[in-house]
């Protein structure tokens, strides 16, 4: 991660558009951070032929130095962060409870299905970095197999809910992934996936910075429209798809090259101390307010740092 990259349109070896399967030529390449392909018809941005799905990747270093969306690691081991946005999103998933089985594809540590099993699922999750699977079924109790979601051959229509979050950005054939999701999900399943959008983010948007993993972790980037054709292209119904800006991402549009470099290297220096966490700077309820209005207007400018999906298998 740099603090403001360059860009520079490509002509590229051609390859297939791994959404919508046009034969995709143009390019440009980011600085410091690689080259991708974006396919003119459907807007997907890609990495061809990137042996991304390496669980060496995400070895226990990557879990306890990568700042993860649902556990920090403290002195007392890892624990659960944002339990109060993940209870919500299991609120969200309610209506879809019937025989109450959820899964969590790439749960890495298994807070989140953790969290589920305590709210009345029964819950199993798959994950390819041994660490984080051994640590989910003998720590936290949460059942998960250790590979791809394929080898875990679960049997036809078998969940209420199949989840994914922050994992088909890391996969280059995002849709079979997607098609076995929906294979064990129920018919009137619910599938939720939150991927991160890195290049229609307000950092890349206004800043030309590219904020998170560059290839070869992750190698899919979607907007709105990319990753709502892919959904209803495997044959899912979309029922929401919005997009999610982070504060913490807009105050940093505020810091300049070098306080930015400062930044990320205290962020990641806390995960890596495993300090308690920072202080809170606004009250929670002026949070909630100031981000529902910065993601009413994400969404209207077609913007944001991740999108969450909710689809419906037909
Ligand atoms: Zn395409």
Request: proline share 5%; with cysteine.
């Amino acid at each position: 991660m740099s603090s403001s990259n360059m860009s520079n349109k490509l002509d590229l070896t051609p390859a297939a558009c791994p959404v919508c399967s046009t034969s995709v030529s143009a390019g440009f390449s980011v600085e410091g951070v690689g080259t991708f392909h974006q396919c003119g018809k459907c807007g997907f941005i890609f990495v061809p032929e990137t042996k991304s799905e390496d669980a060496n990747l995400y070895d226990e270093k990557f879990g306890s130095t990568n700042i993860h969306p649902t556990y920090r690691k403290t002195a007392n081991g890892y624990m659960i962060k944002n339990e109060e946005k993940l209870k919500a999103l299991l609120k969200r998933f309610q209506p879809w409870h019937k025989t109450g089985r959820i899964l969590d594809v790439g749960c890495s540590a298994a807070f989140f299905m953790h969290l589920a099993q305590k709210n009345g699922w029964q819950a199993d999750g798959v994950e390819i970095a041994p660490w984080a699977a051994e640590f989910s079924n003998k720590e936290l109790g949460v059942r998960v197999f250790c590979g791809m979601l394929e080898q875990a051959a679960f049997p036809d229509n078998t969940f209420d809910v199949a989840f994914s979050s922050h994992v088909l950005e890391h996969i280059a054939d995002p849709k079979t992934l997607l098609l076995e999701m929906k294979r064990v999900l129920r018919p009137g399943g619910l599938h939720v996936s939150v991927v991160p959008t890195q290049f229609v983010s307000p950092s890349w948007r206004l800043q030309k910075r590219f904020i998170g993993d560059p290839p070869p972790k992750h190698v899919s980037f979607f907007d709105k429209s990319s990753f709502t054709r892919l959904v209803e292209d495997v044959g899912l119904e979309v029922v929401s798809i919005e997009y999610n800006v982070e504060l913490t991402r807009l105050y940093e549009l505020t810091l300049d090259r070098e306080a930015m470099k400062k930044r990320w290297q205290d962020k990641l220096a806390v995960a890596q101390q495993a300090s308690p966490a920072r202080p809170q700077r606004l009250p929670g309820w002026a949070k909630a307010f100031a981000k529902s209005g910065v993601n009413f207007v994400g969404n209207a400018l077609g913007a944001g740092d991740e999108l969450l999906c909710l689809a419906v298998k037909k």
